[in-house]
């Protein structure tokens, strides 16, 4: 069935480097967003991607979603301490028969060395 | 505040006896779900509603029971708990169904079934 693939699973970097987790699914999406969820906390939406090639930025964090609507990644430049947590992408099915469904990435857990 | 409470946040039972862990959102959101998150497992949705008195299977529903006869509340029912169900959950909302939404979480229930 329809699925979600996130990787990586894990990645520790030293802060001022960048970071990038990339979610593919299987078949095309509707629309996919992006949550954060610090250590011991719940989820917190980031941000919606629904056109096609989109692109968004927040800051250090950049968005995109592929040609296709099938793929997304989130990039962040120049990691700070405070960008620690785990990155998981939600996407969202435009199939007639599992319209609506949700499919949720497992993940990349962010580690950041000072 | 605008807010999706979870009580309790820790619950340590034993196999076999019924527990309900309540959920309410003051935004009168008209979707609410459930979901558990295991290591290396990510989110998984157990129910959802759609509206008061409509509720729907999401990819973990067995064991658990959930009823929606008020906007505000979605309790989650474990009828008979099981050690398989120790687990974090987690409670949601958004205005609609989460086609173009995000998703307010709540803070999580930590639940440990010996």
């Known amino acids: 069935g329809q699925q979600v693939m996130q990787i990586p699973q894990y990645q520790h970097v030293q802060e001022g480097e960048d970071f990038t987790t990339y979610c593919n699914s299987s078949?095309?999406?509707?629309?996919i967003q992006w949550y954060k969820q610090r250590p011991g906390g719940h989820p917190v939406f980031l941000i919606q991607?629904?056109?096609?090639?989109e692109v968004k930025k927040q800051k250090r964090l950049t968005f995109q979603f592929g040609e296709a609507k099938k793929n997304s990644s989130l990039h962040i430049t120049a990691t700070q301490t405070t960008d620690v947590g785990t990155y998981f992408c939600?996407?969202?099915?435009?199939?007639?028969?599992?319209?609506?469904?949700?499919?949720f990435g497992r993940g990349t857990q962010l580690t950041v060395w000072p | 505040e605008a807010q999706v409470t979870q009580n309790p946040r820790y619950l340590i039972t034993v196999t076999g006896k019924k527990l309900t862990v309540t959920c309410s959102q003051n935004?009168?959101?008209?979707?609410m779900s459930w979901y558990r998150q295991d290591p290396g497992l990510g989110l998984r949705q157990i129910y959802y509603?759609?509206?008061?008195?409509?509720?729907d299977k999401g990819d973990v529903p067995e064991g658990y029971k959930v009823s929606r006869k008020e906007k505000r509340n979605f309790p989650l029912i474990l009828e008979s708990p099981s050690p398989n169900q120790t687990s974090l959950y987690f409670c949601?909302?958004?205005?609609?169904?989460?086609?173009?939404?995000?998703?307010?979480f709540g803070p999580g229930t930590r639940l440990l079934v010996l």
């Open positions: 949601a909302s958004s205005f609609r169904q989460p086609f173009q939404e995000t998703q307010y």
């Open positions: 078949t095309t999406l509707s629309n």
């Open positions: 991607l629904v056109k096609s090639g």
């Open positions: 939600v996407g969202i099915s435009d199939r007639g028969s599992t319209l609506g469904r949700l499919y």
């Open positions: 935004m009168n959101h008209e979707y």
């Open positions: 509603s759609m509206n008061v008195e409509v509720t």
